[in-house]
């Protein structure tokens, strides 16, 4: 973390999993647990469905509201799909893009991420932008390039007034919910590289103000290890989110 330049992110993503039913008791007891928090920005990216129940019962707290994807297109004839300016008019404030699993099970490309980074936003979301690698990448010791290719095709054409919109997530694939975490050193690494490609497309300054989190079976043991990276300025988290008291332990780590 560099609390001088950049703010420190947790972010809960629940991915298909909770009841919309469950989602008024999460959060006021998230809230309550969280009431005292200074440095970090929560954010709780829940499933559509959730998201009304969600933002209801974030109103005044410290927890933003995101969603897990949305469509590119600002409207039209894409039955079963959700656009930003819908999220936005709910009251979401982030949404994530690009994670792995919709570019592995749903045919999502560094182009549609693209897209869908445009469209979050011009309807005044924030995009979570997710990038990583797999295991066969990192055993072929390729992983700081292809990292530093999709952060590129992500960001093809965003204004440099945006980016200090645009959140960043590595989530190296092969640490996505395997208990296998990264190395504070291996995310640390990457983490360098993320903000050394954006200091070669925007510039120093623009570069700094980014934060940078890292994904993949982070949880309350290990968070503090790896949110002293300079450049891991948060977290992305998915199983450790589901229970609110070991998500709120993640963001006490985060906030000393
Ligand atoms: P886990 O924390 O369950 O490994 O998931 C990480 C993730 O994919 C968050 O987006």
Redesign the pocket.
């Known amino acids: 973390m560099n609390r001088r330049y950049r703010k420190t992110v947790i972010a809960g993503?629940w991915?298909m999993n909770m009841l919309p039913s469950e989602t008024k008791d999460f959060v006021t007891r998230l809230r309550d647990e969280t009431a005292d928090c200074k440095w970090c920005d929560i954010v709780l990216c829940v499933p559509f469905t959730h998201i009304y129940q969600a933002v209801k019962a974030a109103k005044g707290t410290k927890i933003a509201i995101g969603a897990q994807n949305c469509h590119q297109a600002a409207k039209g004839a894409y039955t079963g799909e959700v656009s930003c300016a819908m999220l936005a008019d709910l009251g979401v404030k982030y949404v994530?893009v690009g994670?792995?699993?919709r570019r592995a099970y749903f045919g999502e490309t560094d182009e549609s991420v693209n897209q869908k980074v445009h469209a979050a936003l011009e309807a005044g979301l924030r995009p979570i932008i997710?990038l990583g690698e797999s295991l066969e990448i990192r055993e072929n010791g390729a992983e700081l390039d292809f990292v530093r290719t999709q952060l590129k095709l992500a960001l093809k054409g965003i204004a440099p007034q945006s980016l200090k919109k645009i959140i960043i997530?590595y989530?190296p694939i092969w640490?996505?919910?395997?208990g296998k975490i990264a190395t504070p050193r291996q995310a640390g690494e990457v983490g360098s590289a993320i903000r050394e490609t954006l200091r070669s497309l925007y510039g120093a300054r623009a570069a700094r103000g980014v934060s940078v989190l890292y994904?993949?079976?982070?949880n309350k043991d290990n968070a503090e290890a790896m949110l002293a990276m300079p450049d891991v300025d948060g977290g992305?988290?998915?199983?450790?989110s589901l229970d609110a008291a070991s998500l709120n332990s993640i963001i006490k780590a985060a906030d000393q």
């Open positions: 993503n991915k994530i994670h792995s699993e997710c997530a989530e640490a996505i919910g395997t994904g993949g079976s982070l992305l988290i998915g199983g450790a």
